[in-house]
């Protein structure tokens, strides 16, 4: 292999320290003896270590699964406000009743024939219209009392903060989101790739004291990774799976701590796209169907407050997704299929944001909540482990060494919320949300959104 031939394939296997240099180095021998090749150049050979014998962008999975826990723990995280209403003292109004009529007596109405003298015609009509007039005024008086005591018989408490922390009983909930990924490094070995994930999930919570709330939930996910085209050729994973987990929150009015853990299991068809090599090699799809695991753990902390008429919330996010994925090897390509050996990851995200939210009373008990969160993003993934590659034609195997780099990016994400609180009934609340993640170096700009529903008893 002549190494000062100027071409992008025998660059990417040439340079020292490149991906493609270690697989060559580790399984040279084993091509030559095993592999029955034609007499082929130097560009040839660097296409069939590139495009034949190495993995796409390994990152790309375990990115993608790593996006779909940190979307869940949001959607989870996200408490939504209810206007809060306590019941009426009957004892303390009925006296302020009797209170307001003592101060103002109606005078009694005496017949007219304690009158002295003789009453004229007009006077008669204008102490019977005075008498109406006040027997009116008492009864209207008692009737409106009578129906805000039976129909009502609340006050609501005017804190911004209680609309999020009182929340006694039980809620089910359902909840969808998604968002997407990508990477733009191309190291003429490395493909860039995008990625989007989402699914939905369905839960139950339980309060068991004033502050402290228990809850289950199952949950669906899908990834679906693009690996783009680049020298070595594209492929994909489009995966999907079930999971489920648990959280729980502890708040007072103005701090709360919540966290969770999830389990989400994914299988799908990964797809390999191999160039053309020789007329006897490549030109073909090599797939397999991969499957993996991956854990979440996650932890918000936060301190809300009013000011005014807004609420602002400080908020503290950390999620952990632990990924392995499990061995499986490729078909359809011949000697050139490759066996992917197990693999474990580990993905930290922070997120240390600030919202602010503006309720809106639309009716007796229900409001509109517009919001805005910004934030500081971390990504602090910058040494995960190599992926290990085996073949059909040796008992070598080579290592891939992951590109992932850490970074840092800038949350901007809008909300509504819409909610109803039905005394002595269940309450519904509804939101929408919609952001933008601005990161740095290769990673670009990612969008996300979630919504759901959730019914409290």
Same mark, same amino acid.
């Given at each position: 292999?002549?190494?000062?031939?100027?071409?992008?394939?025998?660059?990417?296997?040439?340079?020292?320290?490149?991906?493609?240099?270690?697989?060559?180095?580790?399984?040279?021998?084993?091509?030559?003896?095993?592999?029955?090749?034609?007499?082929?150049?130097?560009?040839?050979?660097?296409?069939?270590?590139?495009?034949?014998?190495?993995?796409?962008?390994?990152?790309?999975?375990?990115?993608?699964?790593?996006?779909?826990?940190?979307?869940?723990?949001?959607?989870?995280?996200?408490?939504?406000?209810?206007?809060?209403?306590?019941?009426?003292?009957?004892?303390?109004?009925?006296?302020?009743?009797?209170?307001?009529?003592?101060?103002?007596?109606?005078?009694?109405?005496?017949?007219?024939?304690?009158?002295?003298?003789?009453?004229?015609?007009?006077?008669?009509?204008?102490?019977?219209?005075?008498?109406?007039?006040?027997?009116?005024?008492?009864?209207?008086?008692?009737?409106?009392?009578?129906?805000?005591?039976?129909?009502?018989?609340?006050?609501?408490?005017?804190?911004?903060?209680?609309?999020?922390?009182?929340?006694?009983?039980?809620?089910?909930?359902?909840?969808?989101?998604?968002?997407?990924?990508?990477?733009?490094?191309?190291?003429?070995?490395?493909?860039?790739?995008?990625?989007?994930?989402?699914?939905?999930?369905?839960?139950?919570?339980?309060?068991?004291?004033?502050?402290?709330?228990?809850?289950?939930?199952?949950?669906?996910?899908?990834?679906?990774?693009?690996?783009?085209?680049?020298?070595?050729?594209?492929?994909?994973?489009?995966?999907?799976?079930?999971?489920?987990?648990?959280?729980?929150?502890?708040?007072?009015?103005?701090?709360?701590?919540?966290?969770?853990?999830?389990?989400?299991?994914?299988?799908?068809?990964?797809?390999?796209?191999?160039?053309?090599?020789?007329?006897?090699?490549?030109?073909?799809?090599?797939?397999?169907?991969?499957?993996?695991?991956?854990?979440?753990?996650?932890?918000?902390?936060?301190?809300?407050?009013?000011?005014?008429?807004?609420?602002?919330?400080?908020?503290?996010?950390? %999620?952990?997704?632990?990924?392995?994925? &499990?061995?499986?090897? /490729?078909?359809?390509? $011949?000697? =050139?299929?490759?066996?992917?050996? !197990?693999?474990?990851?580990?993905?930290?995200?922070?997120?240390?944001?600030?919202?602010?939210?503006?309720?809106?009373?639309?009716?007796?008990?229900?409001?509109?909540?517009?919001?805005?969160?910004?934030?500081?993003?971390?990504?602090?993934?910058?040494?995960?482990?190599?992926?290990?590659?085996?073949?059909?034609? %040796?008992?070598?195997?080579?290592?891939? &060494?992951?590109?992932? /780099?850490?970074?840092? $990016?800038? =949350?901007?994400?809008?909300?509504? !919320?819409?909610?109803?609180?039905?005394?002595?009934?269940?309450?519904?609340?509804?939101?929408?949300?919609?952001?933008?993640?601005?990161?740095?170096?290769?990673?670009?700009?990612?969008?996300?959104?979630?919504?759901?529903?959730?019914?409290?008893?």
């Amino acid at each position: 292999l002549d190494c000062s031939s100027p071409d992008r394939y025998v660059d990417a296997i040439c340079d020292p320290g490149s991906p493609g240099t270690d697989i060559v180095d580790q399984i040279l021998d084993d091509v030559l003896n095993e592999i029955g090749l034609p007499i082929i150049g130097d560009e040839t050979f660097a296409k069939l270590f590139i495009s034949g014998l190495a993995p796409r962008n390994i990152d790309g999975p375990g990115r993608g699964m790593a996006t779909y826990n940190n979307l869940l723990a949001d959607t989870l995280f996200e408490r939504l406000p209810l206007r809060q209403f306590d019941p009426v003292v009957i004892e303390e109004t009925v006296v302020e009743q009797q209170e307001v009529i003592e101060e103002d007596p109606a005078p009694p109405v005496r017949g007219l024939w304690s009158k002295s003298g003789e009453v004229s015609d007009e006077d008669a009509q204008q102490a019977l219209d005075r008498a109406i007039a006040q027997n009116t005024d008492v009864v209207e008086e008692e009737s409106t009392m009578v129906e805000r005591l039976e129909a009502a018989g609340f006050v609501e408490d005017p804190s911004l903060t209680a609309q999020y922390a009182r929340r006694e009983g039980v809620r089910a909930w359902f909840r969808a989101f998604g968002g997407d990924d990508r990477d733009s490094y191309n190291d003429d070995f490395t493909n860039p790739y995008y990625v989007n994930s989402g699914g939905g999930v369905l839960g139950l919570d339980v309060s068991v004291s004033e502050s402290i709330q228990v809850g289950a939930f199952v949950n669906y996910g899908n990834i679906n990774l693009i690996q783009q085209s680049a020298l070595a050729g594209g492929g994909s994973w489009n995966s999907d799976g079930w999971g489920g987990g648990v959280r729980a929150d502890y708040w007072t009015d103005n701090f709360y701590v919540q966290g969770l853990f999830s389990a989400t299991g994914f299988s799908g068809n990964q797809k390999r796209n191999i160039i053309e090599i020789t007329s006897q090699l490549g030109d073909e799809t090599a797939s397999g169907t991969k499957s993996a695991t991956s854990y979440g753990l996650a932890f918000r902390v936060g301190a809300p407050f009013e000011a005014g008429d807004f609420l602002i919330e400080p908020q503290f996010t950390s %999620t952990w997704s632990f990924n392995n994925e &499990n061995r499986f090897t /490729e078909s359809g390509a $011949g000697d =050139l299929n490759l066996t992917y050996k !197990d693999r474990s990851t580990t993905y930290l995200q922070t997120d240390l944001a600030i919202k602010f939210a503006y309720p809106i009373k639309t009716g007796e008990t229900s409001e509109l909540v517009p919001s805005v969160r910004v934030g500081w993003l971390g990504d602090w993934n910058g040494n995960l482990s190599k992926q290990t590659i085996g073949y059909r034609f %040796t008992n070598d195997t080579a290592d891939i &060494n992951s590109t992932h /780099e850490a970074t840092n $990016g800038v =949350l901007v994400e809008g909300g509504l !919320d819409y909610t109803i609180a039905n005394i002595n009934s269940s309450s519904y609340k509804v939101y929408v949300r919609g952001g933008i993640e601005a990161w740095g170096g290769t990673r670009g700009t990612d969008y996300r959104a979630s919504g759901g529903l959730e019914w409290q008893f």
